[in-house]
């Protein structure tokens, strides 16, 4: 994070796309920003809560994307510069408040930054945010390099004040998190307090407003689309001699692309477009007249493929496109270089022989994640499996705990989204007749797991919530939520109270245990699952990353496995998951260096053979 405030105008300083979509936001008079935490988009706020109170602006982590985007919007729409961030998915919950915001329009330039995750590397889907850019009609930029994330969130900050309208600025995992030379510029930090000026005829979109709203944003739409043909970040790159050969691609597939036709010897001319909803039309048609065969090369859907085939059918253009829809480039997870190359090759016929092959190597061996050693998480699993004799079905969230999905445990039949698990687990039980447990963490159930829970109240469902309450929004960098003790970005906050809220909803059944005390936390499952009612265990434990002592204050020790009193039974990791605890040639040994002392598993060997270290 060195630099983000430090580095004088004029200085290059090495940063990450997330930390330079800070920095340039600082130079572009922001006042208000906000997000709710996710991978790859979290170090934006977590830049952002390090150095907001030093740089004089407003910053909060919300309790969920469709607040967040709330809150920038209040701001905005006051005439202040806000912005919003979030993982793709959360743009699905904050989609409801998003495309009304489209047709008021913003007094300060707004921004919506979405960072997508091709391949799903930390998330359940690797949906492409580009649609909403079309569907909501918004201007969107796409960053393909540190040094654009800085220089594209100023601008957009720019077209969204020009405009009156909401802008996204949209990344990937490789953008986000990708580190590279950034030259900055001055901080210049927006006012903290403007007065709204009220104007219920834009702002307040009963029918009548919002039908005239629509026609303001689809003449706004045209005017960005002048803009994007005039965009410095919409330019053509020659490799080689150039020729009537091209390209067209945006985003990180740009960087291959590029690498690609320079090391295949290409002669072609690259359309990179960075400023890409609207399409840039004239710069567009003006390139496929010139061109006889372009390729497209974008991660995900033929957005761009879809919209350069119809600009060639509209305009009666002979140029022939290529690209997804004919099996040139493929649909589903992020490119590398040699899906790139192995595309390009096909589509410009070129012999690259082995060169040309982007099958990854079959015989690597896979590292799955695993829980923690000490997690609370583990211990509740256990116990919840000790309680059940896993004769239950559980619907899971979004979260560490999702890893209950993986041997030992197998604690997870049914994920769809954040704060899912508690809806679904009432359709579960409705239909079937095995016992359900749903699996929520603390961030979560505040993010969207509460109207789940009135709905099983109201609808007299019969279902165990287990909320796992570490403290923290562990699994995205241990960012408060509205539960947590402690908030670094707002030190006056207040702890909302999970079993409060719990008893607001209607609950009457509730335990709160510590997933630490194995044989409690066995009888509270046992016993919860004998209401009639929905019941609600709270397995409150610190999240082991972040705790250093214990509950009292005691400093945890540390464990062995005293190999005399071990009759090799393997309970502790057939039944219990820690990877501290290691079996090699039939041997149990813990590793003291990654032991947390917890001392679950002293309480899982059914020989007393795990004891506390001297």
Request: aromatic share 6%; hydrophobic share 40%.
């Amino acid at each position: 994070m060195s630099g983000i405030l430090e580095a004088e105008p004029g200085d290059t300083v090495l940063l990450m796309g997330n930390e330079a979509i800070v920095r340039g936001a600082l130079e572009a008079r922001l006042s208000v920003a906000t997000t709710y935490p996710g991978t790859p988009a979290s170090e934006i706020g977590d830049t952002l809560a390090k150095v907001a109170e030093k740089a004089g602006i407003y910053f909060e982590y919300s309790t969920n994307e469709k607040v967040a985007t709330e809150v920038a919007i209040g701001a905005a729409a006051s005439g202040l510069r806000a912005m919003v961030s979030m993982k793709h998915v959360g743009v699905n919950v904050a989609s409801d408040p998003l495309m009304t915001f489209a047709y008021t329009g913003t007094r300060g330039g707004f921004v919506l930054v979405t960072a997508d995750d091709p391949s799903c590397h930390s998330s359940q889907n690797e949906q492409d945010n580009r649609f909403y850019a079309l569907f909501g009609g918004f201007p969107l930029f796409e960053p393909a390099s540190p040094q654009e994330c800085y220089d594209m969130i100023k601008k957009a900050f720019d077209v969204s004040e020009e405009l009156g309208q909401p802008v996204i600025l949209r990344t990937t995992t490789r953008v986000a998190h990708v580190r590279g030379p950034v030259t900055v510029g001055e901080i210049s930090i927006g006012p903290k307090k403007k007065e709204f000026v009220k104007e219920p005829a834009r702002f307040v979109t009963v029918p009548a407003v919002a039908r005239a709203r629509h026609l303001v944003l689809l003449e706004q739409l045209s005017k960005a689309e002048r803009m994007a043909d005039e965009s410095e970040f919409n330019t053509i790159i020659r490799i080689g001699d150039g020729g009537r050969q091209g390209i067209v691609t945006s985003s990180a597939p740009a960087n291959y692309t590029i690498d690609a036709a320079k090391d295949m010897g290409l002669h072609v001319d690259i359309l990179k477009l960075g400023f890409s909803n609207p399409v840039p039309s004239r710069k567009m048609l003006d390139f496929l007249r010139t061109h006889d065969k372009v390729v497209i090369v974008e991660e995900l859907e033929p957005v761009l493929e879809t919209q350069v085939r119809s600009l060639a059918q509209r305009e009666g253009l002979g140029t022939k496109v290529l690209g997804k829809m004919d099996g040139y480039m493929p649909r589903a997870y992020e490119y590398d270089q040699a899906i790139v190359t192995h595309g390009l090759a096909r589509a410009f016929s070129k012999d690259l022989n082995e060169a040309g092959k982007c099958e990854p190597p079959h015989d690597l061996p896979t590292r799955p994640p695993v829980l923690c050693a000490g997690c609370p998480h583990s211990a509740t699993y256990y116990a919840v499996n000790k309680a059940t004799n896993k004769k239950a079905l559980f619907a899971t969230d979004i979260g560490c705990y999702t890893l209950g999905v993986a041997p030992p445990y197998s604690t997870a039949d049914l994920l769809v989204c954040m704060g899912s698990s508690v809806g679904t687990a009432g359709g579960l039980a409705k239909v079937n007749d095995l016992p359900v447990i749903a699996f929520i963490g603390d961030s979560t159930f505040f993010h969207s797991g509460i109207p789940g829970l009135v709905n099983a109240v109201h609808q007299g469902h019969k279902f165990l919530v287990m909320i796992l309450d570490n403290r923290t929004t562990a699994m995205t960098g241990h960012q408060p939520h509205p539960g947590s003790a402690r908030d670094p970005c707002n030190p006056g906050a207040i702890s909302v109270s999970i079993e409060e809220v719990v008893k607001g909803c209607g609950v009457k059944w509730l335990k709160v245990v510590d997933p630490y005390d194995t044989s409690a936390m066995i009888e509270a499952v046992k016993d919860a699952l004998t209401q009639d009612s929905v019941s609600v265990v709270i397995a409150r434990r610190e999240c082991a990353l972040i705790a250093k002592r214990d509950e009292k204050g005691a400093i945890l020790k540390k464990h062995y496995i005293d190999q005399e009193a071990c009759k090799k039974c393997r309970t502790c990791v057939t039944k219990f998951q820690c990877p501290a605890i290691s079996s090699i040639d039939k041997l149990q040994t813990i590793d003291e260096v990654l032991c947390a002392g917890c001392g679950v598993c002293a309480q899982v060997c059914p020989y007393k053979a795990i004891k506390e270290a001297p």
